[in-house]
């Protein structure tokens, strides 16, 4: 599969390994002509407000915005997880509001500048950098794993986010099944589908 990677700031290089790792092949993305035949999108994680800048000058969030929309298979991590989120808070930002969410920004504060830690039912590992939490999720939301009973996993149709950097773990399993419009890690990872308007 060819893997378009958000490459305008952030953590693209490691997503870059990863997706060699599991067999796919990967392009850059920087303009606009970048997007043309990719067939799966990641939002790598970074600087949120940075990148919505870098967006905007490369002319690149509208046309994201319609590639995303077309329902190609999407990761987003972190700051990729804020820029998709119905809600931005801590502070309030602009966003996609493709993913139906509301995140806080850096909501851990010091504590979890940068922490390794695996996610409440001990499945999934987790490598934390200056992470947003997400709050509430939306009822087409599915929840696949939480940290401290929040989600740090979470899918809707083919989007995938993630508020950890499942790029920099030695165990890149909760990537198998991303790209599948089945998500394999469904089951692994149970259930938990969130209702509108929880604040969890
Ligand atoms: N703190 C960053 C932001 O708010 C996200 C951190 C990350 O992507 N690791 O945009």
Request: with cysteine.
């Amino acid at each position: 599969m060819r893997i378009g990677i958000l490459a305008l700031q952030g953590a693209f290089d490691a997503h870059a390994r990863a997706c060699e790792k599991l067999g796919h092949r990967t392009t850059e993305i920087r303009k606009v002509s970048d997007l043309e035949g990719i067939e799966g999108l990641i939002l790598p994680g970074g600087e949120s407000s940075t990148q919505l800048r870098l967006l905007d000058e490369a002319g690149l969030a509208a046309p994201l915005a319609t590639r995303i929309e077309s329902g190609i298979p999407v990761l987003a991590t972190c700051a990729g997880a804020i820029l998709l989120a119905r809600e931005v808070r801590s502070p309030t930002q602009w966003s996609f509001g493709l993913l139906d969410c509301t995140i806080t920004r850096n909501a851990y504060g010091r504590q979890l500048d940068s922490l390794e830690t695996v996610s409440d039912d001990g499945r999934v590992p987790l490598v934390f950098i200056r992470a947003p939490r997400i709050d509430s999720v939306g009822s087409r939301v599915e929840v696949l794993a939480t940290y401290q009973g929040s989600p740090v996993l979470v899918r809707q149709g083919a989007i995938t986010a993630a508020t950890f950097h499942p790029e920099l773990s030695a165990d890149l399993s909760p990537l198998g099944g991303v790209w599948t419009s089945e998500h394999p890690d469904r089951n692994l990872m149970g259930r938990r589908g969130g209702k509108e308007g929880d604040e969890l």
